[in-house]
């Protein structure tokens, strides 16, 4: 087994603040995704990467950058945040070759 | 356009009822359709998935019905426990692709 762990747990940030969110997982898994889950719309991709150093848009990724440092982490720096944005970010992690994506409790995020 | 559209939006049934959640999708490409649960709080999980090869995937008080010809699927939950209250995911994509479309998701409650 393993986990993924999201810091922060609460994010709250002011307009045009530079914010980022991290991601960690000790599955061993190649790819890892970052979605965005905003209140009755599901989850949609933002980022994700299949390798270190890879990086791959999905389909919401302006206004995002994403940094994947080494394996078993993986960045998401939302570029300026916008007024009264209220999101939760969720991270996750699958093998390559596997479909089963495996996700983090995620960082919920309130812009003031 | 949404790739995959889920209904009803929200449902309430009792326990030991059936409840029904329905899911369509756009690309008949689309060859993998996992099920995911959301408890408050936490991230998604996968609960059942089904290959576009097979028309019925059965996983305890879940079967899932696939329609390949008319794009559409269902998550069927027998005998509901007032622990399945959860909200629930339909996605879809190409195996082994890495990208999941996902639903904006039904929000079930079991009432007691």
């Known amino acids: 087994g393993g986990i993924i762990t999201q810091t922060p747990k609460f994010l709250i940030g002011q307009e045009g603040q530079k914010l980022t969110l991290k991601c960690q997982q000790n599955?061993?898994?190649?790819?890892m995704y970052w979605y965005r889950q905003d209140s009755g719309k599901g989850l949609r991709l933002i980022y994700y990467?299949?390798?270190?150093?890879?990086?791959q848009k999905g389909d919401l990724s302006e206004g995002y950058d994403a940094s994947r440092e080494k394996k078993s982490s993986f960045s998401l720096t939302v570029t300026s945040a916008q007024k009264n944005e209220m999101a939760v970010f969720l991270c996750?992690?699958?093998?390559?070759?596997?479909?089963?994506?495996?996700f983090g409790p995620g960082t919920r995020l309130l812009v003031l | 356009q949404q790739q995959v559209r889920q209904s009803p939006q929200s449902l309430t049934v009792w326990e030991g009822e059936t409840a029904i959640l329905n899911c369509s999708y756009e690309?008949?490409?689309?060859?993998?359709f996992p099920w995911y649960q959301q408890f408050p709080g936490e991230g998604p999980a996968l609960l059942i998935s089904?290959?576009?090869?097979?028309d019925k995937k059965e996983d305890g008080r879940f079967t899932i019905f696939f329609n390949k010809r008319e794009k559409k699927l269902s998550l069927h939950i027998t005998d509901s426990q007032p622990g399945d209250s959860a909200t629930y995911f339909c996605?879809?994509?190409?195996?082994?692709?890495?990208?999941?479309?996902f639903g904006s998701g039904t929000k079930l409650t079991v009432e007691p």
């Open positions: 996750a992690s699958s093998r390559t070759g596997q479909d089963t994506q495996y």
């Open positions: 599955f061993n898994h190649d790819t």
């Open positions: 990467s299949i390798t270190e150093n890879d990086l």
């Open positions: 690309d008949s490409t689309f060859n993998y």
């Open positions: 089904i290959r576009s090869v097979s």
């Open positions: 996605a879809a994509s190409l195996s082994n692709y890495n990208v999941l479309y």
